[in-house]
């Protein structure tokens, strides 16, 4: 059993960049969580995410309504000694995911995916403002990522 390593990017829905990330990466990475994924047509007017060889990719939502692109997503390496659980039961939003990762004999992991996204101009519609309302479970141990679209002059 070896650590499962996890990277998190922004890919500003960009077909190649999603592509580029799985060819690259399968070496390197179990876990990819990403912000603002490509999400499109993927032919016969069906609509989905990128898919690549030997990545399995996790939706936040199931089904994604029409006229949503979802902006978070997940892809996990296909190896037999962890598992992810998407935690529908604690959010269904395109902008937000939770994960569940288990390898026994490690305590379970939440690992969290935020795209932080107002919605109509309301200053109390952030995403993060969902965020910090769910029930986690107290037992065990989150990792919190994302894009917090928080921009500042500096930057």
């Known amino acids: 059993m070896s650590p499962i390593c996890i990277i998190q990017l922004n890919t500003n829905r960009r077909n190649i960049v999603c592509h580029a990330l799985l060819n690259s990466t399968i070496q390197d990475f179990d876990i ?3 912000t603002e994924p490509w999400f499109g047509n993927i032919g016969n007017n069906q609509r989905g995410p990128v898919v690549g060889p030997g990545w399995t990719p996790i939706l936040p939502l199931q089904p994604i309504p029409d006229n949503t692109t979802p902006r978070v997503m997940a892809y996990i390496c296909h190896r037999n000694d962890f598992t992810v659980t998407l935690r529908s039961d604690l959010a269904s ?8 990762i288990d390898q026994p004999p490690h305590t379970p992991i939440i690992v969290t995916n935020v795209y932080n996204q107002r919605t ?5 519609s ?14 065990l141990p989150i990792v ?3 894009d917090w679209n928080l921009h500042h002059p500096l930057w």
Do not use: H, K, V, Y
């Open 32 to 34: 990819i969580l990403l």
């Open 93 to 100: 939003d395109a902008d937000l995911q939770i994960l569940q």
């Open 120 to 124: 109509n101009n309301d200053p109390q």
């Open 126 to 139: 952030w995403t993060f403002n969902c965020f910090i309302n769910i029930t986690f479970p107290t037992n």
């Open 144 to 146: 919190i990522s994302g």
